[in-house]
């Protein structure tokens, strides 16, 4: 069995990722990273700059896999950074079930919460929600998220939902579980 080690350059590695975040941006297929940014890249270098400054740009890695792991790595990493930005000592979640074309229920969580003096509002997750959509399972899928992700309650300053029965209910909705753990929760419709 045979390997080749490839050596990529700190700034190739560079020029790698941010040629995969605009492929993620304009939702286009992996494959063009290497079949039509790269080509025209390098001619585009080669028609105004010469064929060495071209050649430079062949140790580029865009092949459909790695630009698919490129993709990976940043939306982790930002989905790193919202978290750490909702661990901070107040946030608001804005929570509603949405179904898509195959009938098939979602949970989907936005937060909202204050850097310096800036409101920002983010998606924190869109999560499958199994069976019947109960105030006690919508509240499962949020608080296992808080733990795996190490988020206090105690932060949680408001909630808003729709007027579902399940969302809204006072005595057995997903309003009178999250004030249980976050008694500072506001509900809003």
Same mark, same amino acid.
């Given at each position: 069995?045979?390997?080749?080690?490839?050596?990529?350059?700190?700034?190739?590695?560079?020029?790698?990722y941010? =040629?995969?975040?605009?492929?993620a941006?304009?939702?286009?297929?992996?494959?063009i990273?290497?079949?039509?940014v790269l080509p025209?890249a #390098?001619?585009?270098?080669a028609?105004?700059l010469?064929e060495?400054?071209?050649?430079?740009?062949?140790?580029?890695p865009?092949?459909?896999?790695?630009?698919g792991?490129? #993709?990976s790595d940043?939306?982790e990493?930002?989905?790193?950074?919202?978290?750490?930005?909702?661990?901070l000592?107040?946030f608001?979640?804005?929570?509603? *079930?949405?179904?898509d =074309?195959?009938?098939d229920?979602?949970?989907?969580?936005?937060?909202?919460?204050?850097?310096?003096?800036?409101?920002?509002?983010?998606?924190?997750?869109?999560?499958?929600? *199994?069976?019947n959509t109960?105030?006690?399972?919508?509240?499962? #899928?949020?608080?296992?998220?808080?733990?795996?992700?190490d988020?206090?309650?105690?932060n949680?300053?408001?909630?808003?939902t729709?007027?579902?029965?399940?969302?809204?209910?006072?005595?057995?909705?997903?309003?009178?579980?999250v004030?249980?753990?976050?008694?500072?929760?506001?509900?809003?419709i």
């Open positions: 069995m045979f390997s080749k080690t490839m050596f990529v350059t700190q700034k190739a590695l560079l020029a790698s941010k =040629v995969s975040y605009r492929i941006k304009c939702k286009k297929p992996h494959s990273g290497e079949t039509l025209a #390098i001619d585009i270098i028609t105004m010469g060495s400054y071209a050649d430079q740009l062949k140790i580029i865009l092949a459909d896999n790695t630009v792991r490129r #993709i940043i939306s990493d930002l989905c790193d950074q919202l978290i750490e930005k909702v661990k000592p107040s608001v979640l804005q929570v509603d *079930e949405a179904t =074309v195959l009938k229920a979602h949970l989907i969580t936005y937060v909202r919460y204050v850097v310096e003096t800036d409101v920002r509002e983010d998606m924190l997750f869109c999560k499958p929600i *199994e069976c109960t105030a006690r399972q919508v509240f499962n #899928i949020i608080d296992n998220f808080f733990n795996e992700n988020i206090l309650w105690e949680c300053v408001g909630l808003c729709d007027g579902a029965p399940s969302m809204a209910g006072k005595n057995a909705g997903l309003q009178a579980l004030r249980k753990v976050a008694p500072r929760a506001v509900w809003t």
